[in-house]
């Protein structure tokens, strides 16, 4: 499965950004995730998703900022960010997985290659 993470841009503080990831083939009985990356820093959990339930968890500084939803029928995983900080700024990479991981340090299958969110103050 190849992942491709789109929709980052430049937004002001308080602004929202919607990031896609679609998958190359169909991805609905895996689970999903986002992570990001600042420069200097180590790669930052940012929510996850299960496949059956579509259970979420959240890094405790993007929850009820932040959502993720799917849409299996076109192997897409969305993540909503609303209210957004200059400490948001980062390269977001989406991840997808047999085995269900939320935290720093997930070893999903397969990752995206990233696409870049800039939050200006």
């Known amino acids: 499965v190849q992942l491709q993470a789109s929709g980052g841009g430049s937004v002001q503080a308080g602004g929202s950004v919607r990031l896609s990831c679609t998958a190359s083939?169909?991805?609905?009985?895996?689970?999903m995730g986002w992570f990001r990356q600042s420069p200097g820093k180590d790669r930052e959990f940012v929510g996850a998703?299960?496949?059956?339930?579509?259970?979420?968890d959240y890094e405790d500084s993007v929850r009820g900022r932040f959502t993720i939803s799917r849409d299996n029928a076109k192997n897409t995983m969305y993540l909503h960010m609303n209210s957004l900080k200059p400490e948001d700024t980062a390269v977001y990479y989406c991840?997808?997985?047999?085995?269900?991981?939320?935290?720093?340090?997930?070893?999903?299958?397969?990752w995206g290659q990233g696409t870049q969110v800039t939050v200006s103050s």
């Open positions: 998703l299960t496949w059956r339930e579509g259970k979420t």
């Open positions: 991840a997808a997985g047999r085995v269900y991981c939320s935290g720093d340090g997930c070893s999903y299958d397969f």
């Open positions: 083939a169909t991805f609905s009985q895996y689970h």
